[in-house]
Structures are given as structure tokens and as C-alpha cells.
């Protein structure tokens, strides 16, 4: 977990989460608080939530306003958590120190985005979790779920269900089933 990694030097952490309880955390040395304190006390401000309607440009103008003008924003979970044109404009004016960001409003991000040409950003793929065990592991579920094809069933991990009646989609597993035989 990122806390262990951060606990040599000696940082305080803080979180805001409207779903999770102190006792969850308790054994992680993390205080649960608003999200006004986080923005307030936080010098590294890192962005971990899924992005849905709550969450949808949760971060702008007003929430980089809040924050120390010597702390760094870190978006690695979702681009449109943070409205990236009030972000683009904090960094011009100094409101924050600085950003790291492995996504984007829009991805590919484009050429002319004035986050490309920025000293205060650091810029990544969105790649943490691309290690050679998640490959494996991949290709562990991968060839699973084409061993479940040839023999006729459904893999677990199918999401649109809906396909499986589909003509189209039958055919194609006619002819496949044909061809192996």
C-alpha cells in the first residue's frame, strides 16, 4: 500500500471518502476528514476514485482555489474528476505548485493541450498496474476463457450477455466449433 511506502518519510495522511469508515482504516494510519480539509491540508493531493456522476469534474476551480499554493495535484485515477481547464488555468496563475497526471479529459490527449508545453507537470501512461504478473495473469484468464469457448460454454467474465443471442454471434461460433473439429 502507498502509506507504507510513504511512512520513512514521516507524512501525515489524510482522506476523504464519503463511504469508507475510520475502523476500515484505522490500521493504516489514515484520518478520515472532509473533503475541504484534504484540500486545504494536503500537499500532495492524490486523486484514487472511480469516476461516475459524483465524482465528474469533483475537482475545479473552487476545490484548487482551497489548496496550499505549494501543493502538487496527482491525478492517476480518471480524467474527468478533474476539470481540466480549471486545472490548466491554476497552473498558469500559481494557484497549486505543480501536477502529475497519467489521464486526461480527453484521451489520446491532444497535441496543442497546453499541459504538454507546462515546467510545473509531469506527465505518464496510465501504466501502474502493467507488470509482468498482470500479464500473466491475463493470459491466465484469456486462455481460460477461449478453453470455455471451444467447449461450448460461456465464460464467467462475459459482460454483455445480451450478444450471446445475437444470429450474428452464432454463426460465428458455428463456424469456429466447424472449423476445429
Given at each position: 500500500m502507498m502509506y507504507l511506502l510513504a511512512k520513512p518519510f514521516?507524512?501525515?495522511?489524510?482522506a476523504y471518502d464519503p463511504y469508507v469508515t475510520p475502523e476500515a482504516v484505522a490500521d493504516i494510519d489514515v484520518k478520515l476528514v472532509d473533503l475541504d480539509t484534504v484540500l486545504a491540508e494536503s500537499d500532495f493531493l492524490c486523486i484514487t476514485c472511480p469516476l461516475n456522476e459524483e465524482t465528474h469534474n469533483m475537482i475545479g476551480e473552487k476545490e484548487i482555489k482551497k489548496m496550499k499554493?505549494?501543493?502538487f495535484l496527482i491525478n492517476?485515477?480518471?480524467?474527468?474528476i478533474v476539470d481540466e481547464a480549471a486545472l490548466i488555468k491554476a497552473l498558469q496563475e500559481g494557484w497549486i505548485q505543480g501536477v502529475g497526471l497519467d489521464v486526461f479529459e480527453q484521451e489520446p490527449i491532444s497535441p496543442d493541450n497546453p499541459l504538454l508545453k507546462m515546467d510545473n507537470v509531469i506527465l505518464s501512461p496510465h501504466a501502474l498496474a502493467q507488470t509482468d504478473q498482470t500479464f500473466s495473469t491475463m493470459w491466465d484468464i484469456i486462455t481460460e476463457q477461449i478453453s470455455k469457448i471451444i467447449c461450448g460454454e460461456v465464460p464467467e467474465t462475459l459482460v454483455n450477455q445480451e450478444v450471446l443471442d445475437r444470429?450474428?454471434?452464432q454463426a460465428k461460433l458455428k463456424k469456429f466449433h466447424e472449423a476445429i473439429k
Open positions: 514521516g507524512m501525515k495522511h489524510i499554493k505549494t501543493a492517476a485515477a480518471r480524467g474527468p444470429p450474428e454471434l
